[in-house]
């Protein structure tokens, strides 16, 4: 019988404690198939956020480290270029890179550090329970926004990718979704050329938005959670490569 | 500025330099891979040195975009087995705090001079001791300490950039170099060479790619009921044990005296007069000058306590460290306060009237 998928070792053999329907579970994997892909488990450090993939070193099996909120860019900085031979990648969510870390991250772009950032968006704080998070779309109920997102007070929906994209030192900005087969298919693609870019040392910060479901805290099923992330968050994050 | 050749091939010769390029130097000499800072006053020429100096030397300088991301670069750097500081001066130590903090709980050794100036907020750029409780205590959130030099000359702040950097590697812990606006910019002749060091542990727990092993990982949080406190504990073994081990005192003409005025760093120097006028004028003064303010030289204090002999602490700040003479000296004795906040100098004449004051009857 010929196997047609199996578990990439870097991806540990275990249950994680991601909701289900999480798209955390899938993205996981896909770096982990990308390290083992590219073979550079032996010189990976990957850096665990602050929210629900704090503890993503449980399931990816390469050295990690766990770094303050929003400050894994930095920590990155100082690990690239005291080490740069290793590969190093930031996992790092919207609450993550896209409120409290938005400095640390413009700068790691702005110095064109030779990082590989993995941007989880989706639209809400979940390890918090469900509060508004800089991505969330206008009218999105969440615990901090009881009457939906209302942009007079409350801000619109902030595009990261498309500010990064702008800067020099940024060589590499692709949205992607994880919502359907195809759209896994192209997260992982665009997350080993993600990769590949630091292996070959290009002179820049590359990074992968992926838009991801949080059923949990968008009170959907896993199943519409997906169509949400088709129908509605894609007309405000539009999919695509934005730099590179 | 000074050129290499009087940096780097003469470390053997005395020198002329100010303290905020003599640490630097000093650190280069330690065996700094790498340093990231971003500029404040009045510690601008270590920003500056490093970024001459560490390019000539092939490491690792970054101008960061501010004191958070400075403190995360040296978590990052530290984590993965480096050699690395940062330094700032009060209102910049305020950002780093919360990086400090990760950094005790991830057991990561780091260096941190604090080149003091006067708070609260912005307050002012003359020199001040006023962030001796930020570094005493932790001064981030948490239950943990770094260990504080408080160096009183400049070559002073060479000898304890080396033993600093020993320290944070043998305890995984960060030290913190609590020096002033005085010292950062006074020059003084220093002797730059190396001194014996100590034996260092492998970092076998370093980020280094999980080549041939299993992974390694460094982090801050314990969830599961009992393993943060099993943590807490560990550290304060690690604590305990620095506190037996580590401190470090100098004191003159205790012994004898009726009145032992308690100074640090730059205030220790105006005090070294004050007291040697007193015992010309026959008054029985000493001093005692902790150079480790955490751990606080609390038995030399407390023996010099059972004679009743009064304690004059000696500060540019509103009283910090006498809170420290206190809990050392236990009711035993009185302790009174001098300083000056703000960016304000105790002068010998205030320091010796002080003394006057306390010790010749008439004038009490």
Known sequence: MKTVFKRTPTLKDCPTHYCPGCGHGIAHRLIAETIDELGIRGRTIGIAPVGCAVLAYDYLDVDMIEVAHGRAPAVATGMKRTNPDKIIFSYQGDGDLAAIGTAEIIHAAHRAEQLTVIFINNAVFGMTGGQMAPTTLLGQVTATTPKGRNAAGEGYPLQVSEILALLPGAIYVERCALSGAAGVRKTKKAIKHAFELQVEAAEGLSLVEVLSPCPTYWRMTPAKAMEWIEKEMVKVFPLGRLKG | ?364
């Not at chain 2, 300088?61 to 087995?81: C, P």
């Not at chain 2, 307050?123 to 001040?128: K, L, M, R, T, V």
């Not at chain 2, 239950?143 to 408080?150: E, K, S």
């Not at chain 2, 304690?311 to 009711?331: W, Y």
């Open chain 2, 1 to 364: 500025m000074i050129e290499k050749s009087d940096t780097c091939s003469e470390t053997h010769k005395r020198i002329l330099m100010c303290g905020n390029e003599a640490l630097a130097e000093a650190s280069i000499i330690a065996g700094l891979d790498a340093y990231f800072g971003y500029p404040i006053t009045p510690q601008n020429e270590i920003t500056a040195y490093m970024s001459r100096r560490m390019a000539e030397e092939g490491r690792v300088f970054i101008q960061s975009e501010s004191e958070l991301a400075a403190i995360n670069m040296v978590f990052g750097a530290s984590a993965t087995g480096k050699r690395t500081m940062t330094s700032s001066s009060s209102p910049g130590i305020s950002l780093m705090q919360e990086g400090m903090s990760y950094l005790a709980g991830a057991e990561l050794p780091a260096v941190v001079v604090n080149v003091m100036r006067g708070g609260p907020g912005l307050g002012n750029i003359a020199p001040s001791q006023s962030d001796y409780f930020q570094a005493t205590r932790g001064g981030g959130h948490g239950d943990y300490r770094t260990i504080v030099f408080g160096p009183s000359t400049v070559q002073e702040l060479v000898d304890y950039m080396h033993l600093a950097f020993d320290l944070a590697d043998v305890y995984r812990i960060t030290v913190v170099i609590l020096a002033d606006g005085f010292l950062g910019q006074m020059m003084e002749p220093v002797l730059l060479e190396k001194k014996p060091h100590r034996e260092l542990p492998a970092k076998d727990w370093a980020l280094t790619g999980a080549k041939g092993r299993e992974q390694n990982i460094v982090r801050s949080l314990w969830l599961p009921e009992g393993a943060l406190e099993a943590l807490n504990n560990k550290l304060k073994a690690k604590y305990e044990l620095i506190e037996k081990n580590e401190v470090l005192c100098e004191q003159y003409e205790v012994e004898d005296a009726e009145i032992v005025v308690v100074a640090y760093g730059i205030a220790a120097r105006i005090v070294r007069s004050a007291v040697s006028r007193a015992r010309e004028e026959g008054i029985k003064a000493g001093w005692i000058r902790p150079i480790t303010l955490w751990p606080f030289p609390t038995e030399q204090i407390s023996r010099a306590a059972e004679e009743f002999k009064i304690f004059l602490t000696v500060e540019m700040s509103l009283g910090q460290m006498v809170e420290d003479v206190r809990l050392a000296v236990a009711g035993k004795a009185p302790v009174v306060f001098y300083g000056r906040p703000g960016g304000g100098t105790p002068t010998v004449d205030e320091i010796l009237d002080k003394i006057k004051q306390l010790t010749i009857p008439e004038k009490r």
